[in-house]
T-cell receptor
Framework: AQKITQTQPGMFVQEKEAVTLDCTYD???????LFWYKQPSSGEMIFLIY??????QNATEGRYSLNFQKARKSANLVISASQLGDSAMYFC??????????????FGAGTRLAVHP | DTGVSQDPRHKITKRGQNVTFRCDPI?????LYWYRQTLGQGPEFLTY????????KSRLLSDRFSAERPKGSFSTLEIQRTEQGDSAMYLC????????????????FGPGTRLTVL
C-alpha cells in the first residue's frame, strides 16, 4: 500500500526567501506519479506540480520545483521567492501512475506554511 | 470559470437526516472522484467514476453512503441517517486520461462541501 509522510506540521519563511517542504513516499509500484497541492483557508485544493516516476528531470512550474530523489523516495517541494499569498496548507500525494489505470490519490497529512513579511 | 463546482458549499444538518451533495466536473473530464477530509488531515479517497460507471468504493464508504453519476456528467453523493462522525469536508475532483501536466492524469478539485452534523 502507498503511504505519504510529511514530517513538518508547520513551517514559516520570510517573504522573498525560498522554502522546502518535505515529502517521502512508500510504494511498491514501478510506475507512479507524485503531486503537490495547495489548500488555502477557503478549502479548495489547488494543483501545483506533478512528477512522474520515470521523469529524469525535476519538475518545475514557475516558482515551484520538485526535488525528486527516487532512491530516497522523496519528493520535496521547493517554493522560491515566497509571497504572502503562499501561506496555506500544502499536501503531497501519490497515485498509481500512468500504467496503473485510474489515479486514486493518497495524501500526506500536510504542512502548514506561514509566510512572514 | 470552467472549473469543478460543488453545491452546496456548506451544509448544517441534524443527526439522522439525509443530505445530498452535487459535483459538476470540468466538462471534458470523464473521470470523477470523491474524497473526504476531516480536520487536520489530508483528503481520503471515497469513490471513483469513469463516465457513469462507479469503478471503486473505499471501505470508508459505508452502506449509508451512495454516489451516482447517472449520465456521466454531474455526480451526487448522498449520506443517509447522518452521524456526527460524518462531519467533514467532502471534495470532488475530476480528470481526464491525458491532462495538462505532460500526460499525467491530474485531478482538479472543486471548492468542497463542508458538512456539519449537530
Amino acid at each position: 500500500a502507498q503511504k505519504i509522510t510529511q514530517t513538518q506540521p508547520g513551517m514559516f519563511v520570510q517573504e522573498k526567501e525560498a522554502v522546502t517542504l518535505d515529502c517521502t513516499y512508500d510504494t511498491s509500484d514501478q510506475s507512479y506519479g507524485l503531486f503537490w497541492y495547495k489548500q488555502p483557508s477557503s478549502g479548495e485544493m489547488i494543483f501545483l506540480i506533478y512528477q512522474g516516476s520515470y521523469d529524469e528531470q525535476n519538475a518545475t512550474e514557475g516558482r515551484y520545483s520538485l526535488n525528486f530523489q527516487k532512491a530516497r523516495k522523496s519528493a520535496n517541494l521547493v517554493i522560491s521567492a515566497s509571497q504572502l499569498g503562499d501561506s496555506a496548507m500544502y499536501f503531497c500525494a501519490a497515485d498509481r501512475g500512468r500504467s496503473g489505470g485510474y489515479n486514486k490519490l493518497i495524501f500526506g497529512a500536510g504542512t502548514r506554511l506561514a509566510v512572514h513579511p | 470559470d470552467t472549473g469543478v463546482s460543488q453545491d452546496p458549499r456548506h451544509k448544517i444538518t441534524k443527526r439522522g437526516q439525509n443530505v445530498t451533495f452535487r459535483c459538476d466536473p470540468i466538462s471534458e473530464h470523464n473521470r470523477l472522484y470523491w474524497y473526504r477530509q476531516t480536520l487536520g488531515q489530508g483528503p481520503e479517497f471515497l469513490t471513483y467514476f469513469q463516465n457513469e460507471a462507479q469503478l471503486e468504493k473505499s471501505r470508508l464508504l459505508s452502506d449509508r453512503f451512495s454516489a451516482e453519476r447517472p449520465k456521466g456528467s454531474f455526480s451526487t453523493l448522498e449520506i443517509q441517517r447522518t452521524e456526527q462522525g460524518d462531519s467533514a469536508m467532502y471534495l470532488c475532483a475530476s480528470s481526464t486520461r491525458w491532462g495538462a501536466s505532460g500526460g499525467a492524469d491530474t485531478q482538479y478539485f472543486g471548492p468542497g462541501t463542508r458538512l456539519t452534523v449537530l
